[in-house]
């Protein structure tokens, strides 16, 4: 992988405070595990999924009875009340029906309260309608998150090998630079001798120090690599080597793609959005209900009255713009669910062609790679061997030397590139990403 690249996909997730991990070394199962139980953004996404269990359970209660229970005081000469809370009371005299008494009364104080239950019998089903509806949203983020999760996990296995590739890039660079270093000796002690010129040594000084410039930016990468996985799991930069390797493992077995969390979300959403237009159509039927009832009013505590009622009531507004323009607009929404229903699944199926096509590349590229570096390696021996025995110039081993470089850098970008391709078909397909399940 060339440096750019590197530093590119690092930059993207470097981030995070001061704190270290465990020195013990760790696998990608491992990190995939810590940035589902402790990244703060799927902590936020299981927030989201109670929130929906939550309000599917307010839902699913719309249909038991309610219990209302009030209680007042009131003092008042307003001629009607007067009579009714005597009335309530219970304490209406012959007196009270006097035509002075009726007109002007005293001021007359009352305190009491009531308890009302009711129970809604038919509400057009739209009580039912709006109980599936939670539910199924419920059932929806529940699979989003674990999409989520998936997408977390394919970005843990990108920083993770893109820190190993950092890592293996900063070996190669010490080699390198070692190489040079005896080299730069070999060489200066023929300058010494007559047999080179000057300026053969100086070419060698600027090579180091070229190395040199390079060791220096793969360190940062390395350190901004370690940031972006702390990042992602949850911690500071990661401290402690690595324990699962670069070089690719045999592949798993790959199912459909109707297991991916987001089609099963897609599908849950555009379920509930037509019991919603369910519900909608329902608010337009007439509704039935029980109301039971029981009240007292006290003058003082013996004196007082009480009552009870009972009644079944019918209710329909027979005309509601409002109403009827939520019905349309509720069916619109089921009509926009069911599309992008079917958007998503056409999408899924997509990504899995391209996951599997990068896959073969990745492979075509490694093995390629594995081909470039082996040829490279050989004509850097032969050359110096030449140079060692005044038969090739410098430039030519150093030539050779970048050659080996150029293949050591398809290397780790085919490996790189195999590891994170079976992580996007295991997203694409819904399995497992590294054989890790949530």
Do not use: C
Not at 254 to 269: C, E, F, I, N, S
């Amino acid at each position: 992988m060339s440096i750019k690249r590197i530093s590119t996909l690092v930059g993207l997730l470097a981030a995070g405070a001061s704190l270290g991990m465990a020195q013990e070394p760790l696998t990608v199962a491992q990190f995939i595990r810590k940035a589902w139980t402790d990244q703060a953004g799927l902590r936020a996404g299981q927030a989201m999924v109670e929130t929906r269990q939550a309000e599917a359970e307010g839902y699913r209660d719309l249909r038991l009875p309610s219990l209302t229970l009030n209680a007042y005081g009131i003092r008042t000469n307003e001629p009607m009340m007067a009579f009714g809370i005597k009335l309530n009371q219970a304490r209406i005299g012959a007196a009270d029906f006097n035509p002075v008494t009726l007109n002007h009364p005293d001021a007359v104080g009352a305190y009491g309260g009531s308890a009302v239950v009711q129970q809604p019998l038919y509400t057009g089903g739209r009580l039912t309608a709006a109980k599936r509806a939670g539910e199924y949203l419920a059932q929806a983020e529940l699979a989003s998150q674990e999409r989520r999760k998936q997408e977390a996990a394919q970005l843990v296995v990108e920083a993770y090998f893109g820190t190993q590739v950092a890592e293996q890039a900063l070996k190669w660079v010490d080699d390198t630079r070692t190489w040079i270093q005896g080299l730069e000796d070999f060489v200066g002690a023929r300058v010494g001798q007559g047999l080179m010129l000057e300026s053969e040594l100086q070419r060698l000084k600027a090579f180091h120090a070229q190395a040199d410039a390079q060791k220096a930016e793969v360190i940062k990468q390395v350190r901004s690599a370690r940031s972006g996985l702390g990042l992602l799991t949850g911690t500071g930069p990661v401290e402690g080597p690595l324990a699962t390797s670069l070089e690719p493992t045999a592949p798993t077995a790959t199912q459909g793609a109707p297991l991916r969390g987001d089609l099963v979300a897609a599908d849950l959403q555009a379920k509930a959005a037509g019991e919603g237009a369910k519900a909608a159509r329902g608010s337009l039927l007439p509704e039935v209900g029980l109301e039971l009832g029981a009240g007292t009013l006290h003058h003082s505590w013996s004196e007082k009255g009480n009552w009870t009622w009972a009644g079944v009531g019918v209710k329909w507004k027979v005309f509601s713009a409002p109403d009827a323009a939520k019905a349309k607009a509720a069916r619109a929404q089921e009509r926009a669910a069911i599309e992008m229903r079917n958007f998503k699944q056409q999408q899924a199926e997509h990504e899995v062609r391209v996951a599997r096509e990068s896959v073969i590349a990745a492979q075509a590229k490694h093995t390629a790679a594995k081909e470039a570096l082996a040829a490279a390696e050989e004509a850097k021996r032969l050359r110096e061997a030449r140079h060692r025995e005044g038969l090739a110039p410098l430039i030519e081993v150093l030539d050779a030397e970048a050659a080996i470089q150029g293949a050591r850098t398809l290397i780790l970008q085919s490996l790189f590139d195999l590891r994170v391709s079976r992580a996007g078909l295991a997203l694409a397909t819904g399995n497992p990403i590294e054989g890790v399940n949530p």
